[in-house]
């Protein structure tokens, strides 16, 4: 799959008119590709990517992957209000997954092992952090390890509202 950058102008216009805990930029993209007829309504997005937007309803989590996005939320909450804005990647990502399981947010689909060895929730996490990292949200210069929010990323985890599943 190919990777593609956009500037921040564009990615902040993504996040106006996707939505919340739902879309991912390439389900905005292919919402508005399909609008403007230049790709099939028939075509599937990808299986990790989340769901078009549906009137603001968290997307139906049995049997498929959780969207990397949902891991975010509930990554920054979890740095901003359980661990003081610092800590090691191994706590950061017990935290999280303790606290999506808690809430229905991790699917069968999301246990399963991928070929790093570990599931497909532990590796989304790690997406989820380098995605946070590029936005701003965590450090690039904190030691190797060590998943520190920016204080924008403090902020913004303080103000976070976490779903309840289904």
């Not at 564009?10 to 403007?36: H, S």
């Not at 099939?40 to 969207?67: I, W």
């Not at 947010?105 to 246990?111: L, M, P």
């Amino acid at each position: 799959m190919p990777t593609i950058r956009v500037d921040d102008d564009v990615y902040k216009g993504l996040q106006l008119i996707g939505e919340p805990f739902v879309d991912t930029p390439n389900t905005v993209i292919r919402r508005l590709l399909i609008e403007a007829g230049v790709l099939s309504d028939s075509a599937q997005p990808a299986p990790n990517e989340a769901p078009p937007a549906a009137g603001g309803s968290v997307p139906e989590l049995q049997g498929e992957l959780t969207p990397q996005p949902v891991y975010e939320v509930f990554l920054l909450y979890v740095l901003a209000t359980k661990l003081r804005g610092r800590a090691h990647k191994h706590e950061a990502t017990k935290a999280t997954l303790e606290l999506m399981s808690a809430r229905g947010f991790i699917t069968e689909a999301d246990q399963k092992v991928v070929s790093t060895g570990e599931t497909r929730a532990v590796n989304t996490i790690a997406w989820g952090r380098n995605a946070l990292k590029e936005r701003g949200l965590i450090s690039k210069n904190s030691p190797r390890g060590i998943w520190e929010l920016t204080e924008k990323g403090m902020s913004e985890g303080l103000r976070v509202q976490l779903p309840s599943a289904k």
